[in-house]
């Protein structure tokens, strides 16, 4: 029988693991250990070594027909390994095989493999069987069927097979659990309504550990976004001990296996994934990294927006961009409505679609990223930049504001980001482009709301709690000239002027109430009252010190001094405002004097009207309405 | 108000549908070739200006209103100065919109 030669070692190599081995083994014996459920097993051969062998379902016919019997020559084609019962005990679960011949006298002198335990690093097959869970098994019987349902297992090439965790199981009491981690799935497939799971991804995006505290008490808590090899995403979140467990394993960039975890729905104000669901891990999972992992899985998925796209798209849109930056502002620090101060700055990033928009950089990346980019555009060249996870917000035109969740990449090994390249290195750069943030208009017209003078009663604005802060385009019918100042206290508390009001008394001198002093000189501060009139109504403004100054051009106390010397300049001063127009900030807040609840408008800025930012306001304000 | 011979506001893309007609554009000077007036449209064509008078120097914008002799000319009737600082891209808008959306609109 020399035509057949089995496969030597073969019982040892597939043993310790080696499952693309395919050997060509004998069978020694084959019977059936589970009539109901048609399950046979037998033993097999390598001419020296033996091992049990288990068929699958699908096979069962083979053995039953007698086609596979003792003697007969079986080439192994897809197996896995399996415990028995928590022991060391191992058997050889056959999925598919080809009959090379189908009797033939025994080949060697095969002996039974000694039940050695084998390392236990081995690769075994229990997750193999697609999600049917593995019954328990007691625990010293090799004899004992391994049950695996009426259900044929089905081997399935997993998406990335060079990972599958060995099984451990824990005897805890009667019954044994594949302590293991599942085989692993893609994330698009994970679902609450799998027992076990495994994925494995590469980390888009780690969180920092934030604190919180609620009714539940304090606690700590920091997430990881992770992306597989068929784009699948997911963010995962730690509380707690877990934070201490697995903040340092986690790194941006690094590939890990994640395994056993709660899968709650995502919530959409904080994650923005592609996905319905986020992992939330638990004391069972298990977070790790695959140090050997090459490039099959990428390391950020973006799905790009062009910006002409932006343009038509609501506020609070998340969203992916790439564009050359133009231009880089200066960092800024601003104060929060906290009071805690925050850095801003400004990018403008100009792409294929003939539009540039500004791209707001809130934090800390304005001095990491922001720095570099200032660096290499003074330098005069213009890096692409791709924001991932990008908000839109329609603050004066639309532009794109950093959340902490978002990414600069400056320069990204991407085809996008090449063939953006090659455009603006091939005339891109002289492309003329319209930006979709409106900043070229003035600084007023901004951030504001437009109303008309009637609107400002019509829609009732004020009644809130809050001030509500609009812009209108009008013009100064009248002034009150009489009471258009008071006397101030000029006293100094540090940086801060009092600036109440003082009144002359029996001595000749300006006594203050709150400092409880006199002074032989006081400021003088508008208090101006003035009618202002659009084309659809008039309204009473109240301009004080720094507004009244910009509105007339002349501080308090010259005007005041012009009425009390006659001097014409007094009338000429305010003359020179009348039936102007003008763009006014008001501050419209309803406030009580004594009984009476009246709507006080409060004039805010003044800027001069510009006939070429109004037509642009104008002309946005039309495109807007075309739209909508 | 005469509206027997109205003059719709074109820019040089939208010049090509008044041939024949009466129109109204602003361009900014570019150069004078011996009486024929070469400027640059608020979109960025070249259009040829003739017989205008006063006109000025480059790169001053001039309203210009008379009848469309082709696609990128004009024979001038009226021109009329309108200095350096003019913003070339809301007027632009301003013909989009006359020609195109709101064109029922406009004469």
């Keep these: ?628 | 108000m005469d509206t027997s011979s109205p003059s719709p506001f074109v820019n040089g893309e939208t010049l090509k549908i008044f041939v024949g007609r009466r129109v109204r554009t602003v361009v900014q000077v570019q150069r004078n070739e011996g009486g024929v007036l070469v400027g640059q449209s608020t979109d960025g064509h070249q259009l040829t200006i003739r017989g205008a008078t006063d006109a000025p120097e480059s790169p001053h914008y001039m309203e210009v209103i008379g009848i469309a002799d082709s696609n990128q000319s004009i024979r001038a009737e009226v021109c009329t100065d309108f200095g350096e600082n003019f913003d070339a891209g809301v007027f632009n808008g301003l013909c989009k919109l006359a020609n195109e959306t709101f064109k029922p609109l406009f004469l």
């Design chain 1, 1 to 628: 029988m020399a035509a057949v030669r089995l496969t030597p070692n073969a019982v040892e190599a597939v043993l310790a693991g080696d499952v693309n081995l395919r050997p060509i083994v004998q069978v020694l014996d084959v019977r059936c250990v589970n009539v109901s459920a048609d399950r046979w097993r037998g033993n097999v051969s390598d001419g020296v070594n033996t091992v049990p062998a288990l068929f699958a379902g699908q096979l069962s016919a083979l053995a039953r027909s007698g086609a596979v019997r003792g003697g007969t020559i079986l080439q192994l084609d897809e197996y896995v390994i399996n415990n028995v019962g928590g022991g060391p005990r191992r058997i050889i679960v056959v999925l598919n095989m080809t009959v090379l011949r189908a009797e033939c006298d025994i080949i060697g002198n095969p002996t039974i493999t000694p039940e050695t335990r084998l390392p236990n690093q081995n690769h075994s097959g229990a997750e193999q069987f697609n999600g049917i869970r593995q019954p328990s098994v007691a625990a010293n019987s090799l004899n004992t069927p391994t049950m695996l349902g009426h259900q044929a297992p089905v081997f399935q090439p997993t998406a990335q097979p060079s990972y599958r965790p060995a099984p451990s199981y824990k005897n805890h009491g009667p019954i044994a659990k594949n302590e293991a981690p599942a085989r692993i799935i893609p994330i698009s497939s994970l679902n609450p309504y799998q027992g076990r799971w495994a994925i494995k991804g590469r980390v888009t995006a780690k969180g920092d550990i934030r604190r919180y505290h609620n009714a539940k008490g304090e606690g700590k808590v920091f997430n990881f976004d992770l992306l597989d090899s068929d784009g699948g995403e997911i963010r995962v979140t730690c509380f707690n001990d877990l934070v201490d467990r697995f903040y340092e394993v986690v790194e941006v960039g690094k590939v890990y296996v994640v395994s056993r975890g709660n899968l709650k729905p995502a919530q959409k104000n904080f994650n923005h994934l592609n996905n319905e669901w986020e992992i939330v891990l638990d004391n069972g999972s298990s977070v790790d990294l695959c140090p050997d992992e090459n490039s099959s899985i990428p390391s950020q998925r973006f799905n790009f927006r062009p910006i002409s796209e932006v343009e038509d798209t609501p506020n609070a849109t998340i969203l992916d961009m790439i564009g050359v930056v133009i231009s880089v502002s200066p960092c800024t620090t601003i104060q929060k409505k906290n009071g805690m101060e925050t850095q801003k700055r400004i990018i403008n990033l100009k792409d294929m679609s003939g539009r540039s928009v500004d791209v707001t950089m809130w934090g800390e990346f304005c001095n990491r990223e922001g720095s570099q980019l200032q660096e290499t555009v003074e330098r005069g060249v213009f890096p692409v930049l791709a924001v991932k996870t990008g908000r839109v917000n329609d603050f004066g035109g639309k532009s794109v504001g950093t959340i902490s969740s978002s990414q600069l990449l400056i320069d990204p090994d991407i085809v996008e980001a090449h063939s953006l390249r090659q455009w603006f290195d091939g005339g891109g750069r002289d492309a003329s482009t319209q930006s979709i943030s409106r900043d070229a208009t003035p600084a007023a017209s901004r951030n504001a709301i437009r109303k008309t003078v009637a609107q400002i009663k019509e829609e009732g604005l004020g009644m809130e709690d809050k001030p509500d802060w609009v812009t209108v385009k009008a013009s100064v019918i009248f002034f009150k000239n009489e009471n258009f100042c008071y006397t101030s206290c000029p006293n100094k508390e540090g940086d801060r002027q009092c600036n109440k009001k003082v009144t002359k008394g029996t001595s000749g001198l300006w006594y203050c109430d709150k400092c409880n002093r006199e002074f032989t000189e006081c400021d003088y501060r508008y208090l101006l009252q003035l009618q202002i009139q659009d084309h659809s109504g008039t309204a009473w403004v109240t301009a004080f010190q720094e507004a009244g100054q910009e509105l007339l051009g002349v501080s308090a106390s010259d005007l005041s001094r012009f009425k009390e010397e006659e001097d014409p300049r007094f009338a000429e001063t305010m003359l020179r405002c009348l039936f102007q127009d003008y763009l006014l900030r008001l501050k419209v807040k309803e406030e009580t004097y004594g009984d009476e609840r009246r709507v006080k408008n409060t004039l805010a800025k003044v800027e001069r009207f510009d006939p070429a930012g109004e037509s642009k306001y104008l002309l946005d304000t039309i495109s807007r309405l075309v739209a909508s």
